[in-house]
T-cell receptor, first 114, second 112 residues
Framework: DSGVTQTPKHLITATGQRVTLRCSPR?????VYWYQQSLDQGLQFLIQ???????AKGNILERFSAQQFPDLHSELNLSSLELGDSALYFC?????????????FGSGTRLTVV | DAKTTQPPSMDCAEGRAANLPCNHS???????VYWYRQIHSQGPQYIIH???NNETNEMASLIITEDRKSSTLILPHATLRDTAVYYC?????????????FGKGTMLLVSP
């Protein structure tokens, strides 16, 4: 157990639907990062939150959004889902002022869009 | 962040040392070298990181050349469970606002 909790582990949904993925960071970590991993794209950085504020954006589609709540958990919302959104979605967290510390990743949510 | 170059795949016999190279010739002075690995479909796992000096922990050793343009991750006694994709990442060691950018990594296959 890495200390980063992602739910659900698996999600199957239809095209056009909306889903919410949840991430609880490791205790004490203020930063949360979301990554998408599809078969042909590798690990793609989506977005970072630090203590409730958006800090960095990567290749995140406009149909996707995220937020980090006061208790530091984060949610990634995916809407108008397409077949190509099928992927593993990982959340990671890191500590305060953590340029020199690594990320801790969760075990991921496998999203299948049918 | 500086880019890195890794071989796409490597093989290693169980019990032998696995030496995974990484080139990062454009690394700048305040950038750290990180190594992560990802066992099939699991979340990436932090292994080790370093700035200038060689580093060792319970998982691996990291050897960084004096000019910092390349590094080698050493798994001293590889086991079958070390079969994974290994990512070498260079990242600024600042306040933590910079993100980790994963490349394609090296697929290490450890065989009996």
């Amino acid at each position: 157990d890495s200390g980063v909790t992602q739910t659900p582990k698996h999600l199957i949904t239809a095209t056009g639907q909306r889903v919410t993925l949840r991430c609880s960071p490791r205790s004490g970590d203020l930063s949360v990062y979301w990554y998408q991993q599809s078969l042909d794209q590798g690990l793609q950085f989506l977005i970072q939150y630090y203590n409730g504020e958006e800090r960095a954006k990567g290749n995140i589609l406009e149909r996707f959004s995220a937020q980090q709540f006061p208790d530091l958990h984060s949610e990634l919302n995916l809407s108008s889902l397409e077949l190509g959104d099928s992927a593993l979605y990982f959340c990671a967290s890191s500590g305060l002022g953590t340029g020199i510390y690594g990320y801790t990743f969760g075990s991921g949510t496998r999203l299948t869009v049918v | 962040d500086a880019k890195t170059t890794q071989p796409p795949s490597m093989d290693c016999a169980e019990g032998r040392a696995a030496n995974l190279p990484c080139n990062h010739s454009t690394i700048s002075g305040n950038e750290y070298v990180y190594w992560y690995r990802q066992i099939h479909s699991q979340g990436p796992q932090y292994i080790i990181h370093g700035l200038k000096n060689n580093e060792t922990n319970e998982m691996a050793s990291l050897i960084i050349t004096e000019d910092r343009k390349s590094s080698t991750l050493i798994l001293p006694h590889a086991t079958l469970r070390d079969t994974a994709v290994y990512y070498c990442i260079v990242r600024g060691g600042d306040s933590g606002y910079s993100t980790l950018t994963f490349g394609k990594g090296t697929m290490l296959l450890v065989s009996p």
